[in-house]
């Protein structure tokens, strides 16, 4: 589901009352991408995957961090803008296979799953590869552990990259919108759901991103989530439960490209909706569009011994517009980078 600053639910949302099943996957699920694969020991009984798609030694690590409900695959394709000047990782957070599924579902709110926890997480998998210091790029839900790094881990931080990553912690206090009206015909094979989260959702998904999400039957169709519906959950209410950023003690240079909807823009699955779930959608995007602009001049405020943020406002664009906008993406990352 496509919300602001939350990568899209759509898979978990869809399947999740769908059985499971443990049929192979089908040949489109290949993986060809040319990366090296390691599972990585951030706590005990807890491994993450990390992806590996080479480029400069370790000394210029870029790191990428992905959305509410991704693995690491999706940036199977973004990874390769920058592997002549980085050496670029990715990291799947846990809860999402081939990571760890951490049993049982935590009781305390984000127990496991809370933002200062993915946050060691990631400097754990640092640690392990014996990476001092890095760039680190996050996408969506990723920016609350963007933040928390930069704030709480500054001597490993080279610069933060937000790409539509919002201070998530006061989100949740506005109305929702409906979600995108999948059906359960767009499960009938891996090419038929990636068609239909290009035309209700405009994203680009990488089919391996989807592939590990997923399961399948014998014929191909998709029958459920591989992580459990409590896991996005519990990451949802991690990020409540954390005050709203204070942009003042984030030292490490930062570069936002955010979304910047119109109430009249809407949503491209919004012409799909039912007449009464269109007017639901009516009443509450107002407010979130709102949400969208106070939080992104929060994020571009300067303060005083602090590097100038660099911000960058798409109007109208999809959630995932690092997959279906690279051009524009990649050289505002690339001069803020690199200088060039």
């Not at 928390?148 to 201070?167: P, T």
């Not at 009206?181 to 989260?197: E, G, H, K, M, V």
């Not at 030292?251 to 799909?272: N, T």
Request: hydrophobic share 40%; proline share 8%; charged share 20%.
């Amino acid at each position: 589901m496509k919300i602001p600053a939350m990568a899209s639910l759509a898979v978990a949302a869809v399947l999740s009352t769908l059985s499971l099943s443990s049929f192979a996957q089908p040949p489109a699920c290949l993986d060809g991408t040319p990366h090296k694969q390691t599972l990585v020991t951030v706590a005990k009984g807890v491994e993450l995957q990390v992806l590996d798609w080479g480029g400069g030694d370790q000394s210029h690590t870029l790191v990428l961090l992905t959305g509410l409900g991704d693995n690491a695959h999706v940036y199977d394709q973004f990874a390769f803008q920058f592997i002549d000047n980085f050496h670029v990782i990715g990291i799947t957070r846990r809860g999402y296979p081939p990571s760890s599924v951490p049993q049982p579902a935590p009781t305390a709110a984000g127990g496991g799953f809370d933002v200062a926890t993915r946050a060691s997480d990631d400097i754990a998998v640092l640690d392990s590869l014996a990476i001092k210091k890095a760039v680190f790029v996050g996408h969506s839900v990723a920016g609350s552990e963007l933040s928390a790094i930069g704030l709480n881990y500054k001597d490993r931080v080279e610069k933060l990259v937000y790409l539509d990553a919002f201070d998530l912690s006061r989100r949740f206090q506005l109305p929702d919108i409906p979600p995108p009206p999948y059906t359960d015909a767009d499960n009938r094979s891996l090419q038929i759901f990636l068609a239909a989260s290009e035309r209700l959702e405009d994203i680009l998904r990488p089919a391996q991103a989807v592939c590990l999400a997923v399961t399948f039957d014998s014929n191909g169709r998709i029958t459920d989530s591989t992580t459990p519906g409590w896991v996005p959950q519990a990451i949802l209410q991690g990020v409540q439960t954390i005050p709203p950023i204070d942009w003042a003690k984030v030292e490490a240079p930062r570069l936002g490209i955010f979304d910047r909807p119109s109430v009249q823009g809407r949503l491209p699955y919004y012409w799909y909706l039912s007449d009464d779930d269109k007017k639901k959608f009516d009443m509450n995007w107002p407010g979130i569009v709102q949400w969208y602009s106070e939080r992104t001049e929060e994020f571009a405020a300067e303060h005083a011994g602090t590097p100038v943020p660099v911000v960058y406002l798409l109007p109208d664009a999809p959630h995932y517009f690092y997959l279906n906008d690279q051009a524009m993406v990649v050289l505002a990352m690339r001069e803020f980078l690199l200088g060039k």
